[in-house]
């Protein structure tokens, strides 16, 4: 049996993976792993998420079941089985 789990996009990162609005990774662990998943299936996607170090970019916000990954480890967020990963862009404006 396979750990996976759902990422849920936005619509302005669509097209980043074939106008998918839901991504299943067949992996867990850390964010970090599921992210590098992330890489090797949809590289642009990953582009728009990390940075050329594999930071997470600053106007980026990613919830591991709800919670802010900034404030519960950043990259190394524990991921369980069956974990809901919801990403959204910053909004900016004035």
Excluded: F
């Excluded at 299936?41 to 591991?64: C, F, K, M, S, T």
Aim: aromatic share 4%.
């Amino acid at each position: 049996m396979t750990a996976a789990v759902t990422i849920l996009l936005p619509g302005v990162l669509r097209a980043e993976a074939a106008d998918q609005s839901r991504l299943t990774v067949d992996t867990t662990g850390s964010l970090r792993t599921v992210l590098d998943a992330v890489a090797e299936a949809w590289p642009r996607l990953d582009r728009r998420l990390r940075d050329e170090q594999g930071a997470l970019r600053r106007y980026v916000n990613i919830y591991v079941d709800g919670n802010d990954c900034r404030r519960s480890g950043g990259l190394d967020t524990p991921v369980p089985p069956g974990a809901e990963i919801q990403v959204l862009p910053s909004v900016a404006g004035g």
